[in-house]
């Protein structure tokens, strides 16, 4: 794995390129993670130091995660709020966790924007198609690999906004793609493992795939 990354280094980290435009879509892109998901990440992913979340919504994965990591501070931060993501240029000396808004490439800029922010850890729940792509890999995916995905082997039901129900016509799959902190990620001396989280008690089949 390292030979390959090696051979085809392009650069020494992940950039975040120009900010996409932000569109329209369903507002603000604002699809809010049920808070199982918070405790499916605790699973497997430790937090090396503060965390901060900078797509939060109304909050509802700030709160999983303070369930998931007693006693570890989490700054949550939204575009709502007046603290637009792609904008910010400060580093971050802690973990950068989110479900981030996906509308126009966004998911895409949010990660390498955090893997350039943050000097610990980075955690995103993404769709599972994050995966693929030649120009995502050669940017991306073969230069500063996830040492982690938590693959989610069942629907994600997100909230339709702060107030909203859970959609259940929800047809993506979906895991938690970690990074390691900044350190490891310069050496890139690391392998990606992948877990599978276990099916959660109130999820239903509805859509389920199998
Ligand atoms: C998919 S929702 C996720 C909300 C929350 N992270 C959660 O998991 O419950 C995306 C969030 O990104 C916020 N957002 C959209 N564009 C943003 C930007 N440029 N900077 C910061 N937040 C943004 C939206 O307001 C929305 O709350």
Redesign the pocket.
């Given at each position: 794995m390292t030979g390959t990354r090696n051979r085809w280094k392009l650069m020494s980290t992940a950039r975040a390129e120009k900010p996409p435009e932000?569109g329209k879509r369903r507002k603000?892109?604002?699809?809010?993670?049920p808070p199982h998901e918070g405790l499916q990440l605790a699973r497997f992913f430790k937090p090396s130091g503060n965390i901060l979340?900078?797509?939060?919504?109304s909050g509802?994965?700030v709160g999983a995660l303070k369930e998931a990591f007693p006693g570890v501070r989490i700054t949550g931060?939204?575009?709502?709020t007046g603290?637009?993501?792609?904008k910010r240029t400060k580093t971050w000396a802690g973990d950068i966790i989110?479900?981030?808004?996906?509308r126009d490439g966004?998911a895409d800029f949010f990660t390498t924007k955090s893997l350039e922010l943050a000097d610990g850890k980075v955690a995103m729940?993404l769709q599972s198609g994050f995966m693929w792509g030649s120009g995502r890999c050669d940017s991306l995916h073969l230069v500063t690999p996830p040492e982690l995905i938590i693959v989610l082997p069942y629907r994600v039901y997100?909230f339709e906004g702060p107030k909203g129900k859970p959609i259940k016509s929800q047809y993506f799959n979906h895991a938690w793609y970690c990074w390691p902190d900044r350190a490891a990620r310069e050496r890139g001396d690391y392998g990606t493992r992948v877990e599978w989280a276990p099916k959660i008690a109130d999820n239903d089949d509805e859509n389920d795939f199998g």
């Amino acid at each position: 794995m390292t030979g390959t990354r090696n051979r085809w280094k392009l650069m020494s980290t992940a950039r975040a390129e120009k900010p996409p435009e932000q569109g329209k879509r369903r507002k603000l892109d604002d699809y809010e993670t049920p808070p199982h998901e918070g405790l499916q990440l605790a699973r497997f992913f430790k937090p090396s130091g503060n965390i901060l979340e900078p797509a939060c919504g109304s909050g509802r994965l700030v709160g999983a995660l303070k369930e998931a990591f007693p006693g570890v501070r989490i700054t949550g931060t939204d575009i709502k709020t007046g603290h637009d993501y792609t904008k910010r240029t400060k580093t971050w000396a802690g973990d950068i966790i989110t479900n981030p808004p996906y509308r126009d490439g966004l998911a895409d800029f949010f990660t390498t924007k955090s893997l350039e922010l943050a000097d610990g850890k980075v955690a995103m729940l993404l769709q599972s198609g994050f995966m693929w792509g030649s120009g995502r890999c050669d940017s991306l995916h073969l230069v500063t690999p996830p040492e982690l995905i938590i693959v989610l082997p069942y629907r994600v039901y997100f909230f339709e906004g702060p107030k909203g129900k859970p959609i259940k016509s929800q047809y993506f799959n979906h895991a938690w793609y970690c990074w390691p902190d900044r350190a490891a990620r310069e050496r890139g001396d690391y392998g990606t493992r992948v877990e599978w989280a276990p099916k959660i008690a109130d999820n239903d089949d509805e859509n389920d795939f199998g």
